[in-house]
């Protein structure tokens, strides 16, 4: 009996500090004006509940408190937009004090001069660096001729009757595209440890022995080493180099110059920016091309149409891409249903008002994109896969698409990103057929990813 009631005892005491801290933690964000919302537990907030839960946490909160409310999670006091219009709004007006607000392990990781980190003067110097090196005319005449000798080449033997994890193949080849730089003996020390660097940014900065913040600080560190030694040897050598890195270097007529450390910075933000948004994409347009064959009917139409214009050794040119608008389409169709950006991370550097609500310097705002992607009256049948709707340009340019970010954030590898993703697929669909092994899970939050692989058998196209 007393055994029973020592329990219950203990059971009523857990619940009272359980409702003390959740309280104290509610009483401690109590400002007026803020939006409605939970705190969550102290120092951990929502931030379980969020990364189990995901979309659903996100569905839930905005039921009960509406589409802008207050949450603690990734460690910081954070507002959650899900208002197109708000959102919007946020994302147009990084001078009145919304800047990026991404997790301090991935400015560490990425580097003080990394694009994401710096505002105001010094990202419209960085942007005008980046946008030099991706521009049409540089994606026309040196970037596109390098993707198709690299497609050629990565989608060679690949129906050699042997199972093939899609996944690892796209990652390969997207973070093979990203280095861009004209040394094999860097890409191959260079690769495990920038995948210790991904790992490294997504992490809770515990600077500990064994933690992947420790890692992915050390992975940078090592990376950077391997880039100093590079440019130092390219300016030994004074060889001119056609790849990014060479871009940035390069000083005459340069009206973006810059140092050292920032084209380093600049060069690891490329890659990580490149890499799992590109792997992914890749990989997730060939699953619904194989669950849509009218849609893979219609692409591979598209491809055989500009092959049969082609002898079998020419390669992709400018005018190609640009006749490849239902490859478009279906690109902007698999980032629609498969989101890899699900939002984008402000920070408001005074207290502001927002949206009718008083928002304290120094809090998170959480611009949660993805739930426009999937809204009805914008997308109807909003979860079939239909490329076609985006062959009407005006959907493309509606100011509610932010698949590719908005405002003075935009993405600058946009066209880059799609060039490298429709080559992949021209090659891809000319050349093969292929079959899913079956029993692949495919988790689309808190990342789009297959977590053990997808499993695809090649055979020859006939
Ligand atoms: C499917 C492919 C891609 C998608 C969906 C995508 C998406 C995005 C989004 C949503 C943003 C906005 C981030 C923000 O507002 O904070 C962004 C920014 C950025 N992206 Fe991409 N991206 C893609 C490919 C690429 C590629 C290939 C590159 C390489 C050049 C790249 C480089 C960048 C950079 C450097 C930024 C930061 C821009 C700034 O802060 O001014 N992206 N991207």
């Keep these: 009996m007393a055994v029973y009631l020592f329990l219950a005892l203990g059971v009523v005491l857990v619940l009272c500090v359980c409702t003390a801290l959740l309280r104290w933690n509610e009483v401690r964000y109590m400002k007026k004006g803020l939006p409605p919302g939970t705190m969550g537990w102290p120092v951990v907030g929502e931030t379980t509940e969020f990364l189990k839960q995901g979309p659903n946490f996100m569905k839930n909160q905005s039921a009960r408190y509406g589409s802008f409310f207050k949450s603690h999670i990734l460690g910081c006091p954070t507002i959650v937009s899900m208002d197109p219009e708000v959102n919007r709004y946020i994302l147009m007006n990084e001078a009145k004090g919304l800047v990026p607000g991404y997790p301090q392990s991935m400015l560490d990781i990425l580097g003080e001069c990394n694009i994401a980190a710096v505002h105001g003067a010094s990202h419209k110097h960085l942007r005008g660096a980046l946008l030099s090196l991706v521009s049409p005319t540089m994606i026309r005449d040196q970037l ?39 040394s094999s003996s860097i890409s191959q020390e260079f690769i495990p ?32 080493g391997m880039l100093r030694k590079l440019i130092e040897e390219r300016r030994a050598s004074r060889e001119a180099h056609n790849d990014m890195l060479g871009g940035l270097m390069r000083s005459d007529d340069n009206k973006y110059k810059l140092n050292d450390e920032e084209i380093i910075d600049q060069i690891i933000t490329i890659m990580y920016s490149g890499y799992e948004t590109v792997s992914t994409t890749s990989m997730m347009a060939v699953k619904y091309l194989h669950d849509n064959p009218s849609v893979l009917h219609e692409l591979r139409k598209e491809h055989l149409g500009i092959r049969a214009k082609k002898r079998p050794e020419d390669p992709i040119e400018w005018e190609d ?16 249903l498969a989101t890899v950006v699900n939002g984008v991370l402000r920070k408001t ?33 909003t979860l079939a896969f239909n490329p076609w709707r985006w062959l009407d340009k005006s959907v493309e340019c509606h100011n509610y698409n932010l698949i590719f970010g908005g405002g ?18 021209h090659y891809f669909v000319t050349r ?10 495919l988790m689309k939050f808190p990342r789009v990813e297959a977590p053990n692989g997808l499993h695809i058998r090649v055979s020859p196209q006939c």
Aim: one cysteine or more; a positive charge.
């Design 144 to 182: 596109l001729p390098k993707i198709d000798r690299f497609m050629r080449s990565h989608l060679a033997c690949w129906d050699d009757g042997s199972i093939i994890d899609l996944q690892d193949k796209t990652k390969q080849m997207a973070l093979l595209m990203q280095i861009g730089i004209d």
């Design 193 to 224: 440890e920038f995948f210790k660097l991904v790992l490294g940014t997504l992490s809770l900065p515990i600077d500990l022995p064994g933690t992947n913040y420790r890692r992915g600080f050390q992975a940078r560190k090592n990376i950077l």
């Design 321 to 336: 891409l640009k006749a490849m608008r239902f490859t478009r389409a279906v690109i902007f169709e698999t980032s629609r």
């Design 349 to 381: 550097t005074k207290d502001m008002e927002l949206n009718g609500f008083l928002i304290p310097k120094g809090w998170r705002i959480y611009v949660y994109t993805r739930e426009i992607n999937y809204n009805p009256r914008l997308y109807p049948d």
């Design 408 to 425: 003075t954030r935009q993405c600058p590898g946009k066209e880059l990103g799609i060039a490298e993703i429709s080559t992949f697929l």
């Design 432 to 441: 093969y057929r292929w079959e899913e092994i079956g029993g692949d899970k």
